[in-house]
């Protein structure tokens, strides 16, 4: 505990602590009780939340489900504390877990491996999208009552070997109540994890930690990359094919873009006002391997399908892309998102993007119809063989869904104009969403009347 001569005679820190009775020390472990307490009540409402209302009624389960949760949050405070960093290791777990709050409360998404994978590999841009003051303010707001826990709470001087001791006493203490309550449960735990494998990327801060820790080993295996895995080395382009006149194929990478939206496929709005005047067939029983586009494009091009896709295994592996260049196939991707997630990597490609000066640019996103741009080059060249364009779109990505569409494609308003989404109504928001499709639609259309 800091002495009040750190501190000038006015200030705030002297006040505080003279209205707040001094505790006396408490033991380490002691620490890691009430820190593990305070880390599963004050960052798992939603966790909470979700177990109540999968499985209504049955309290035993429930009981046994948050008994683990400050288990497993001691058991974080045990290993920070075993490295001598128990209370800066304690505001670390409490920031990562208010940050994460934040996202799964604010966005309703889960801080598994891909999740995380996706947000270290977008851009600056996108990034900025998902700050805000509102966040600024839960997380310093959540951050308040660990603060002053560390501030407050003086924890009692050890030796090394009574650490040492203590914090295996601790271990073992743990052990069997962690093995009683599983024990106790195992009839109706096992089966809640494995109908609701979601909710362990719930628990907080365990889920972005246990992220992290997967993501991390997934890079480090990078670094000692497998021999690249060959698929369709006997592929050919039969002879008729290519004694013909060469063939054009544009492939337009969506994206976020749902099907219940489509007027084209029954949606009660206008947002396919071009392409449903065009001779445009539309499949409806499609969706895509994933929510994250780190995992679902290199999904949609690996041979792996979606059933048996492996991330790792894709990543070390020749895609379809590269059997048709193989093949005589001249293939190039225009990006307009955050990047191929290495689909790309051994064709040609181009990062629109990362432009600068052109005026669909503006805050380190463009419009889509800067796609428009970059496929009116590549179409100015002679076609000598065939060639296949992949055209990743921004498309309707959130949550800034309302700087996805120009001026002249809002044909819905009120208009949520807020990155918050949180704090807009439903209408406003599904307004940006559906002006969102009606950019894509033009771009879809201009698309198909270039070719015709």
């Not at 009692?156 to 009574?162: A, D, E, G, H, L």
């Not at 690249?228 to 994206?255: F, M, Q, S, Y």
């Not at 993007?353 to 119809?369: S, V």
């Not at 741009?373 to 992949?390: M, S, W």
């Amino acid at each position: 505990m800091p002495k009040l001569s750190h501190f000038p005679s006015s200030a705030p820190w002297q006040r505080l602590y003279l209205l707040l009775p001094t505790p006396a020390p408490v033991h380490a472990q002691w620490f890691n009780v009430i820190a593990a307490l305070v880390l599963s009540l004050l960052l798992n409402q939603h966790f909470i939340a979700q177990v109540l209302s999968r499985v209504p009624g049955q309290h035993s389960l429930q009981f046994s489900v948050f008994l683990l949760l400050p288990l497993i949050n001691f058991a974080l405070m045990w290993l920070v504390s075993l490295f001598g960093v128990q209370k800066s290791g304690f505001l670390v777990l409490a920031f990562i877990g208010a940050i994460s709050c934040y996202f799964m409360q604010s966005f309703g998404v889960l801080m598994d491996k891909s999740m995380l994978q996706n947000a270290l590999e977008t851009d600056v841009a996108e990034a900025s999208g998902l700050l805000s003051i509102a966040m600024l303010v839960h997380v310093c707001g959540m951050m308040l009552i660990p603060m002053l826990l560390c501030f407050w709470l003086p924890v009692r001087k050890q030796t090394t070997k009574q650490k040492l001791l203590h914090a295996i006493v601790a271990a073992l203490i743990w052990l069997v109540a962690a093995g009683s309550v599983l024990a106790s449960g195992r009839a109706e735990l096992i089966p809640f994890f494995r109908n609701f494998r979601d909710i362990k990327h719930m628990a907080l801060p365990l889920a972005p930690i246990s992220a992290s820790v997967s993501v991390s080993q997934h890079w480090l295996k990078a670094q000692f990359p497998t021999q690249l895995n060959k698929i369709g080395e006997d592929a050919v382009v039969p002879v008729a094919a290519r004694t013909g006149k060469p063939r054009l194929l544009i492939l337009v990478l969506g994206e976020t873009a749902r099907a219940d939206h489509f007027q084209l496929n029954g949606y009660g709005r206008a947002t396919n006002p071009q392409l449903s005047q065009l001779p445009v067939v539309s499949f409806r029983q499609v969706s895509s391997c994933g929510t994250a586009t780190a995992h679902s494009v290199p999904c949609m091009f690996s041979a792996l399908g979606q059933e048996h896709f492996d991330g790792d295994l894709a990543k070390n592996s020749e895609n379809v892309l590269d059997v048709l260049q193989r093949t005589g196939v001249e293939v190039k991707w225009l990006d307009n998102n955050s990047g191929c997630k290495r689909v790309c990597d051994r064709v040609p490609s181009l990062m629109l993007f990362e432009e600068k000066t052109n005026p669909l640019c503006e805050q380190g996103q463009c419009q889509d119809a800067i796609l428009m741009q970059a496929l009116a080059r590549e179409l100015a060249a002679p076609l000598t063989q065939d060639k296949i364009i992949v055209m990743h779109q921004l498309g309707s990505h959130g949550p800034e869904y309302f700087r996805r569409s120009t001026d002249k494609q809002k044909h819905f308003l009120p208009e949520c104009t807020d990155k918050q989404i949180q704090f807009c109504d439903t209408q406003s928001l599904q307004n940006a969403y559906d002006n969102s499709l009606v950019a894509t639609d033009e771009l879809l259309a201009n698309v198909i009347r270039t070719l015709q």
